[in-house]
């Protein structure tokens, strides 16, 4: 029986998740070690008693007086805070999926990778604030890292193992979120709540929103650098608003091999849960000829400033992604409190960036936890400063 652990099982990947193991077996299939939630003790403790996972951890240290009563008489133990988070992550699993929103998953991925096993990665952040840390924690110590965002798991499955060097451009694709026909002149006035209603996928508000600003694709475009080993300019993004080509991946030979499939977050889940099988997935099938047509057109960048931030990250290595991303959750935050406009997100990062050039060390790859945390610090005092200023 394989051993598994979801980190932040109540967001919509680790939701995605459950619906796979209880499809497959549930407790009967599969040894749950470890399920962490951030706040909704109820749906933690429903999810604990239903695969009878052996611990349960909710993120805020102040829930853990619920949850201990949620899950009194069950057997599974209970902690809370993002200390137990990480322990829980040292907890030996054959299996763990990192998927806890934000830099708050970086910690619980290094553990994971730090004592092996095999790490599904829906947590971007990990691999755009510290790549060359996650990587090589990973390789010392036998880890195998999947990749769980849809499109970086599209290009691993057209790669299938085959040699990087034949590839010329891998092409992720970008739905173009909530305002990707918006007039560039109403941008300023969007609300939260516009920002919020993704067209095609079922997600969390604050991807969503980043969907939106297409800063969930600058992550992933710096995600592809530091997975595959790709330089930027073999890495494209393409405008495809039907969400069904997840990735292409051209090779030097002018042969493209695509990946297509439903907006559906279980099937990249799936594919890293069963690898490196295939097994059934209770995802749609497509019908291509019900469809009729693909789309697809080039991103413009003065919609999307966030794209260009990625190639300057890229650019400028070292301190570069840790700064980026904080600097990105930051102005989120501020965006969704009212404080700033959706089109200020992109200037506060730029600025959190320029201020961070000018530090010493930031030319260095951060090769700690520490320092990737104390560049974080750094870069969301610098977006809320800019912030309070705009």
């Known amino acids: 029986m394989r051993s598994v652990s979801i980190f932040g099982a109540t967001g919509s990947i680790g939701e995605s998740a459950f619906d796979l193991l209880m499809g497959s077996g549930g407790p009967a299939a599969w040894r749950t070690v470890a399920l962490t939630g951030g706040r909704n003790v109820a749906r933690l403790a429903e999810m604990a008693r239903a695969l009878n996972a052996e611990l349960a ?4 240290a102040r829930l853990l007086p619920d949850l201990r009563a949620a899950l009194a008489g069950t057997g599974t133990e209970v902690a809370a805070g993002d200390a137990a988070v990480a322990e829980a992550a040292d907890r030996p699993a054959d299996w763990s999926l990192s998927a806890i929103i934000g830099a708050a998953g970086l910690a619980p991925s290094l553990a994971v990778a730090r004592r092996g096993g095999v790490l599904a990665l829906a947590n971007k952040e990990s691999l755009v604030a510290a790549g060359p840390l996650l990587m090589e924690t990973a ?7 999947l990749p769980v965002d849809s499109e970086h798991s599209a290009v691993f499955q057209c790669l299938a193992g085959g040699n990087l060097d ?3 451009m891998v092409t992720l694709t970008a739905s173009g979120g909530a305002f990707r026909d918006w007039p560039l002149e109403r941008l300023a006035q969007a609300t939260v709540a516009e920002a919020s209603a993704h067209p095609n996928w079922a997600m969390g508000q604050r991807i969503t929103i980043d969907s939106a600003s297409m800063f969930n694709k600058a992550l992933e ?3 592809a650098r ?3 080993g790709l330089p930027s300019d073999r890495i494209a993004v393409l405008v495809h608003p039907e969400s069904i ?3 292409l991946v051209a090779h030097v030979d002018g042969g493209v091999i695509a ?7 279980r099937h990249a889940i799936g594919h890293a849960l069963n690898w490196p099988a295939r097994a059934p997935l209770p995802v749609a099938r497509l019908d291509l000829a019900a469809l009729g047509r693909l789309t697809f057109r080039a991103p413009c960048e003065t919609r999307w400033p966030a794209l260009a931030l990625a190639r300057q990250v890229i650019a400028s290595g070292g301190a570069a992604g840790a700064v980026l991303n904080a600097a990105k959750e930051q102005a989120l935050d501020d965006f969704i409190a009212g404080r700033i406009r959706f089109t200020d997100m992109a200037p506060a990062v730029a600025h959190a960036l320029d201020r961070a050039a000018g530090q010493a060390g930031f030319a260095r790859s951060p090769d700690s936890l520490e320092a990737v945390l104390s560049w ?3 870069a969301r005092r610098d977006a809320a400063a800019w912030g309070r200023a705009a």
């Not at 990946?259 to 977050?265: Q, R, S, V």
């Open 245 to 247: 080509v997840h990735a």
């Open 221 to 223: 475009v710096i995600e």
């Open 259 to 265: 990946h297509l499939g439903a907006p559906d977050m």
């Open 57 to 60: 951890v909710i993120a805020d």
């Open 226 to 228: 530091e997975f595959f």
């Open 166 to 168: 034949s590839v010329e």
């Open 139 to 145: 390789r010392v110590n036998g880890a195998t890292i």
């Open 376 to 378: 974080d610090a750094a």
